[in-house]
């Protein structure tokens, strides 16, 4: 490994951060709606997943402080909010929240990429800040599609 100062490294792996979250966005964005349609592997509701274990971490309490990128990507969907009773809402916000969920996940893949140019224990490091940044927000979109699912199925069968 070259000796390069560790600013530089630094603002290496901070510019990568910045590209690979921007870029999982960007292409997570213009992937056409219909694709969540389907509820793939990735998106289906697991056995342990109820309303109680993620109350138990007070999901509700915590999720309101974070971010909601919605309103800054150009054709985003704000996810803070919820805006309206229709079932064609309930359910584009149910598809958004899988498209959310990708784009975090997707985001977490290029973590070992960091092992290229920094040594084992700072690439641990960018592990370890992939997960830590992009796993509360993946909470967020599973717990939230439970509840959305739930409202949905109401707002369906009332119709």
């Not at 603002?11 to 979250?21: E, Q, T, Y």
């Not at 958004?96 to 997707?106: G, I, S």
């Not at 920094?118 to 967020?140: E, R």
């Amino acid at each position: 490994m070259m000796n390069v100062s560790p600013v530089f490294i630094t603002c290496i792996n901070i510019s990568a951060w910045l590209f690979f979250h921007m870029a999982a966005s960007y292409v997570c964005g213009i992937i056409p709606i219909t694709f969540f349609e389907k509820d793939y592997l990735i998106f289906k509701r697991m056995k342990w997943e109820t309303d109680d274990k993620y109350k138990k971490v007070w999901i509700h309490k915590w999720k309101i402080l974070l971010p909601d990128a919605g309103k800054v990507m150009k054709q985003g969907f704000y996810k803070k909010t919820w805006e309206s009773r229709s079932a064609e809402y309930t359910v584009r916000f149910l598809m958004e929240t899988k498209r959310a969920e990708l784009t975090h996940w997707m985001s977490i893949c290029p973590a070992f990429l960091f092992f290229l140019w920094n040594s084992p224990s700072v690439g641990w490091v960018m592990v370890c800040y992939a997960c830590v940044v992009n796993i509360p927000f993946i909470i967020i979109q599973r717990y939230n599609r439970i509840r959305i699912a739930r409202i949905s199925q109401r707002l369906l069968t009332s119709e």
